[in-house]
T-cell receptor
Framework: RKEVEQDPGPFNVPEGATVAFNCTYS??????FFWYRQDCRKEPKLLMS???SGNEDGRFTAQLNRASQYISLLIRDSKLSDSATYLC?????????????FGKGTKLSVKP | NAGVTQTPKFRVLKTGQSMTLLCAQD?????MYWYRQDPGMGLRLIHY???????AKGEVPDGYNVSRLKKQNFLLGLESAAPSQTSVYFC??????????FGPGTRLTVT
């Protein structure tokens, strides 16, 4: 089983739609969780950290389910500018100097 | 606020040539990383550093060397470039909560 798995997509949705991505991780000792956004031919950028209690930032909501070892990202009222690849990222407690493990990403395309 | 910068942005090498990629960060971060990103492969860690004067191997270190002589700089060297090293290279530094901040990347083509 891969350490971090994501559905590669693409998810093609109309503007205004609500879309959700899930990500599973294999190591139960994982401690920190993040969602990154990567635009075509650009660097990954931190979208939000994921906390055990769940957290929201505007139209974006992230949730963590430790028992089932998955992380989710919900985007409400999708905008054209949300089109990007979303990377699920985990940090393994005690792992090599706090290195992050990146999923391969889920591609989102928001259409007019 | 520059954050993480990388030079050069683009480079074309011939097989067997050498080059050095420079990464600089102005956030006073201890940890720095070099990744490569290839289609369908995601980000893979090449080398990393936990502080000035230290380096360690990541997932795919072969064919690369690194140096961290100053805290703000992390250099990635290719001694003898191969076509398999054609990729996009990203440098990153780590904040206090394990989040990483990336530079804009270097697109390297080896012919």
């Amino acid at each position: 089983r891969k350490e971090v798995e994501q559905d590669p997509g693409p998810f093609n949705v109309p503007e205004g739609a609500t879309v959700a991505f899930n990500c599973t991780y294999s190591n139960s000792a994982s401690q920190s969780f993040f969602w990154y956004r990567q635009d075509c031919r650009k660097e990954p950028k931190l979208l939000m950290s994921v906390y055990s209690s769940g957290n929201e930032d505007g139209r974006f909501t992230a949730q963590l389910n430790r028992a089932s070892q998955y992380i989710s990202l919900l985007i409400r009222d999708s905008k054209l500018s949300d089109s990007a690849t979303y990377l699920c990222v985990v940090n393994l407690k005690g792992g090599s100097q706090g290195n992050l493990i990146f999923g391969k990403g889920t591609k989102l395309s928001v259409k007019p | 606020n520059a954050g993480v910068t990388q030079t050069p942005k683009f480079r074309v090498l011939k097989t067997g040539q050498s080059m050095t990629l420079l990464c600089a960060q102005d956030m006073n971060h201890e940890y720095m990383y070099w990744y490569r990103q290839d289609p369908g492969m995601g980000l893979r860690l090449i080398h990393y550093s936990v502080g000035e004067g230290t380096t360690a191997k990541g997932e795919v270190p072969d064919g690369y060397n690194v140096s961290r002589l100053k805290k703000q700089n992390f250099l990635l060297g290719l001694e003898s470039a191969a076509p398999s090293q054609t990729s996009v290279y990203f440098c990153a530094s780590r904040g206090s909560l394990y989040e990483q901040y990336f530079g804009p990347g270097t697109r390297l083509t080896v012919t």
